[in-house]
């Protein structure tokens, strides 16, 4: 049985499908879809992220769209090390 | 009690302990930086396991310099050091130091392995009574638990037998070589208190012994070597 993602893990796989875009823009429901979110917990995550400085948003119209910046993919490059050292002791995040 | 080391590895074992203390500060930097992230209390066992382990071979180091210091003219043909000797101060205080610090570390690092496990408690109790149980099986197979030294080691290998069997079933589920890394060092330590006990039969398992000692910590450095690079 799959146990349940913690907070981080969340975040990271939020991070992971907007930085798989490499630089392009991605729509919310892309990431809900690819990260398996409720929309709920998605926009939760979106805006912790907004505010860490992470990710930007842009609007056009009628749609949202999210982009990685610097600082979060070097967030993103730290948490890649934190997770092959918890993988090495199989202390998961 | 009196602890023989071979000539030829005289003082050998004083850089071996100072590497193995170096490398105990990474892993504890490096498993600080692992809590940082996620405030999961295994990473902060983990890092106050790795703090305390560093310590000890601090002690040891210190304790041993002196032992080797004092006691180069006891050397022929093998080295005897008394730990217990009441005339040298940091001997006795890097021996018991490292002693004590040492397996605080290792009940911190096995704690942080149980605390992760706390959901599957048949699993996280399982090697701790595993054991309990093989416990009196080392008391009959080696008759010689009379010292501090000895008491120390065969809880070692305790503590540390626990922590291999964490590491192995984490290899086992992840397959990969950071984690086969880590339980290859995990088992290089525990034989090297293994071998420790083993110093009254044969001198030179005190150098195999330190031998094993740096391959699990090399093995451990290796890992990290592999986590941080980009």
């Excluded at chain 2, 050091?81 to 040492?102: A, E, H, M, V």
Aim: glycine share 4%; aromatic share 18%.
């Amino acid at each position: 049985m799959n146990q349940r993602r913690s907070k981080l893990q969340v975040v990271a796989d939020v991070l992971r499908v907007i930085e798989m875009e490499q630089g392009r823009r991605v729509k919310p429901t892309h990431i809900l879809y690819k990260a398996n979110l409720s929309h709920k917990l998605l926009k939760e995550h979106l805006n912790t992220l907004l505010q860490k400085g992470y990710i930007n948003v842009e609007i056009e119209g009628n749609h949202t769209y999210y982009k990685i910046t610097p600082e979060g993919q070097k967030f993103m490059q730290e948490l890649r090390k934190i997770e092959k050292l918890s993988q090495a002791f199989g202390l998961p995040i | 009690m009196v602890v023989i080391v071979p000539l030829w590895f005289w003082e050998f074992s004083s850089t071996i302990y100072f590497i193995a203390m170096v490398i105990g500060i990474f892993l504890s930097y490096f498993s600080f930086k692992l809590y940082n992230f996620t405030s999961k209390k295994q990473h902060l066992l983990l890092h106050i396991a790795f703090i305390f382990i560093a310590a000890s071979f601090l002690a040891i180091f210190v304790g041993n310099l002196e032992s080797y210091y004092n006691f180069q003219s006891s050397c022929n043909p093998n080295c005897i050091i008394n730990p217990n000797d009441p005339t040298y101060f940091w001997i006795r205080f890097g021996n018991y130091g490292y002693y004590s610090t040492s397996l605080i570390g290792y009940a911190f690092l096995a704690l942080s392995y149980w605390y992760s496990e706390k959901k599957n408690l048949r699993f996280a109790l399982l090697p701790a009574v595993g054991a309990i149980v093989q416990s009196p099986t080392i008391y009959v197979l080696f008759p010689f638990v009379n010292t501090y030294f000895n008491i120390f080691h065969i809880l070692s290998i305790l503590f540390v037998s626990y922590i291999v069997l964490y590491t192995l079933k984490n290899y086992r589920k992840t397959k990969s070589f950071n984690s086969l890394l880590v339980l290859s060092g995990f088992v290089a330590i525990d034989f090297y208190h293994l071998l420790m006990y083993l110093i009254p039969f044969y001198a030179e398992t005190f150098a195999l012994a330190h031998f094993a000692l740096l391959i699990g910590f090399g093995s451990l450095l290796f890992m990290l070597i592999r986590v941080n690079r980009k």
